[in-house]
């Protein structure tokens, strides 16, 4: 499974920015998906994080009311919808794959990793 998410840029705090992550090489339905995001000098944390349907989804706290995680298995896509931005969501966003249909909230249950795309959220 290949991963290449796009999207990123700079916008201003309050705005919103949409990430993508197409996925291409195994039956995109198959896979849970989730994101992930490493701030500068910190560890990577979760994001959100959706079953193979996309109907079962889960958010990190601190994005909550503010990202939705959504999928297109027709277009073996899946994004991030990022709303009312914060300074502190600037990061490196990383989209992942895990082979299961569940859903998952950490970095170990995941097995393939997209190359990350920079999102900067200016004050």
């Known amino acids: 499974v290949q991963l290449q998410a796009s999207g990123g840029g700079l916008v201003q705090a309050g705005g919103s920015l949409r990430l993508s992550c197409a996925s291409s090489g195994r039956t995109f339905s198959n896979y849970a998906m989730g994101w992930f995001r490493q701030a500068p000098g910190k560890e990577r944390e979760f994001v959100a994080t959706c079953n193979w349907s996309g109907d079962i989804r889960y958010y990190a706290d601190s994005v909550k009311d503010r990202f939705t995680i959504s999928r297109d298995n027709a277009k073996n896509t899946v994004y991030l919808q990022m709303n009312s931005l914060k300074p502190e969501d600037t990061a490196v966003y990383y989209c992942?794959?895990?082979?299961?249909?569940?859903?998952?909230?950490?970095?170990?249950?995941?097995?393939?990793w997209g190359q990350g795309t920079l999102v900067t959220v200016s004050s």
């Open positions: 992942a794959a895990r082979n299961t249909m569940v859903a998952g909230t950490t970095m170990k249950e995941y097995d393939y």
